[in-house]
């Protein structure tokens, strides 16, 4: 449903520009808003002066991995809340389970798939993010 979630604003966060473009016109096409940071410390800076209303991460990133991430948000006050995804290749349990463990809401498989991340996001915005 294209225009799905108007007013959302979201942080696509991948090293691979190709597959941050992906994401990024997967999240454009359901409304929302999109900033974009190749890793983790870019990631840091972007939400340090921009409000976002989700975040999806990549693991394996220079500089700052996800997981690195998940855990610099989740320090910080204003972010605790913030919603996490991570988006990877890597899906067997060790990694899934250390993604939720260090901050992620949710964690899903590459290749992006629009229905999914479409789920996802109706799932995060009803139960993590507050009533507009």
């Known amino acids: 449903m294209p225009g799905t979630f108007e007013g959302l ?23 929302i808003q999109v900033l974009e940071a190749a890793n983790g410390v870019e990631a840091l800076d972007v939400l340090r002066t ?18 690195e991430l998940c855990f610099e948000i989740r320090k910080i006050p204003e972010l605790r809340t913030l ?3 991570v ?4 899906v ?4 899934i389970i250390k993604g ?18 479409e789920r996802v996001i109706a799932r995060i915005t009803t139960t993590v993010l507050p009533a507009a």
């Open 50 to 67: 921009n409000r976002v209303d989700i975040v999806f991460t990549d693991i394996v990133m220079p500089e700052m991995d996800g997981f």
């Open 92 to 95: 067997d349990g060790n990694y």
């Open 9 to 31: 604003k979201a942080l696509a966060v991948d090293d691979y520009e190709n597959t941050r473009k992906k994401l990024v016109v997967i999240l454009q096409t359901l409304g």
């Open 100 to 117: 939720l463990r260090t901050g992620a809401d949710d964690y899903i498989s590459k290749p992006i798939e629009q229905d999914l991340v």
């Open 87 to 90: 988006v990877s290749t890597h």
């Open 83 to 85: 919603p996490i995804v």
